[in-house]
């Protein structure tokens, strides 16, 4: 799968228009994502889900501007799109120390699970290689809300299948390209 500022971007993008286009919203308007007035309730009982979309855009936000802060104190103001914040992202670091520019890039591939997955995408799981037993049998376990590994043999110390968070497995992912020079999932 591909990783950069342009696939976070399109599934931000994706997820947005999904939020915004899936009845019942009662909220927020397009570009009130990093306000700070309530959260929208849902019109009806059992329908959490664009609410919860809403506090995820949110959350992602909130976690680049708070990185981007921490690295570049006059950083350019946000931009008024939400899919435009991960090139507001790479901007406003570029002469960030090596470390933090590689933080960043965790964050942006994290997010970009994240959006898949919020948007039900299972599928950008499987090309990942299971940290312990570096074989390709992640699964997504939605209740569980982690990468279940399918390998019989891959279980931990209490004799459970091994899982993973999805910042695991984008530290994994970005560790992996800054070793190789490259981009791969593999
Ligand atoms: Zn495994």
């Not at 570096?134 to 043999?153: D, E, Q, S």
């Amino acid at each position: 799968m591909g990783i950069g500022d342009d696939t976070a971007a399109n599934s931000l993008r994706l997820l947005n228009n999904h939020f915004r286009h899936t009845p019942p919203v009662t909220g927020p308007q397009g570009h009130s994502y990093i306000s700070s007035e309530p959260r929208p309730t849902p019109t009806a009982p059992g329908l959490p889900y664009n609410a919860d979309v809403a506090d995820h855009i949110r959350a992602c936000v909130t976690e680049v501007t708070a990185d981007v802060l921490a690295v570049n104190p006059a950083p350019t103001p946000l931009p008024g799109r939400v899919e435009a914040v991960y090139t507001w992202y790479l901007d406003n670091t570029r002469t960030a120390a090596p470390a933090q520019r590689q933080r960043r890039d965790t964050i942006i591939y994290r997010q970009t699970l994240e959006h898949a997955i919020a948007m039900r995408d299972f599928k950008v799981i499987p090309p990942h290689r299971c940290p312990a037993c570096r074989t390709f049998g992640l699964r997504w376990a939605p209740a569980r809300r982690r990468a279940l590994c399918t390998n019989m043999k891959c279980v931990a110390d209490d004799g459970m299948s091994n899982t993973w968070t999805l910042a695991r497995l984008a530290y994994e992912h970005i560790a992996a390209r800054e070793n190789h020079g490259r981009v791969s999932a593999t």
